[in-house]
């Protein structure tokens, strides 16, 4: 998995808890992204990090935020988890944008259940 | 209507039969197109990776991008087992990073 490791790689969690998943590599990739995969919807973007410290929202962002303090690490977050967030988490690397930088790496996912 | 269309199956193959999975898009921004194989519980990993228009072929893998039908496709031939997979399309535009992805084809192989 391009040295990306995810934890939890499972998680049960209650309606209204904060959680936290994690992302960490060791490739030393400027890009970082978040994604969850749900039946019939493929992949979908929630966030992404292109440095420390510089996010941006993808394309279901709400309800989630992140953060990223090292170049290693990302970190996703829903505040106050709901039943609709119950999915499988995939974070992804790469090393730029161009030609043979932008390909993304996923790491093995975490599968997180709210009830 | 989606950015990136592709049929979820399953498609089930007898071994050794040439398996054809494909997508359709709206973007004629796209220009990068990428085939990912993700097998059960474990995450996606890339396959093929082609920019804009033609033919890239890798072993038993063939991608082919038709950008003036918006259409692309993945060949595999002499399907195995081990193919069964669910195989997922993805595609960006020149600048920025964000992939589009399909919502995967579940391919079955039986031997």
């Known amino acids: 998995d391009a040295g990306i490791t995810q934890s939890p790689r499972h998680k049960v969690t209650e309606t209204g808890t904060p959680v936290t998943l994690r992302c960490h590599q060791t490739?030393?990739?400027?890009?970082m992204y978040w994604y969850r995969q749900d039946p019939g919807h493929g992949l979908r973007l929630i966030h992404y990090?292109?440095?420390?410290?510089?996010?941006d929202k993808g394309e279901v962002s709400d309800g989630y935020s992140v953060s990223r303090s090292k170049t290693e690490d990302f970190l996703l977050t829903l505040e106050s988890a709901t039943s609709s967030q119950t999915s499988v988490y995939f974070c992804?690397?790469?090393?730029?944008?161009?030609?043979?930088?932008?390909?993304?790496?996923f790491g093995p996912g975490t599968r997180l259940l709210v009830l | 209507q989606k950015e990136v269309e592709q049929d979820p199956g399953p498609l089930s193959v007898p071994e050794g039969a040439i398996v054809s999975l494909n997508c359709t898009y709206s973007n004629s921004a796209f220009q990068y197109f990428m085939w990912y194989r993700q097998y059960s519980r474990k995450g996606p990993e890339l396959l093929m990776y082609?920019?804009?228009?033609g033919n890239k072929e890798d072993g038993r893998f063939t991608a082919q991008v038709d950008k003036s039908s918006k259409y692309i496709s993945l060949f595999i031939r002499d399907s195995q087992p081990s193919d069964s997979a669910t195989y997922l399309c993805?595609?960006?535009?020149?600048?920025?990073?964000?992939?589009?992805f399909g919502a995967g084809t579940i391919l079955r192989v039986k031997s």
């Open positions: 082609t920019y804009s228009s």
């Open positions: 990090s292109y440095g420390v410290k510089d996010t």
């Open positions: 490739e030393n990739h400027r890009y």
């Open positions: 992804a690397i790469s090393a730029g944008w161009g030609r043979d930088q932008e390909t993304q790496y």
């Open positions: 993805a595609m960006k535009e020149e600048y920025g990073n964000k992939l589009v």
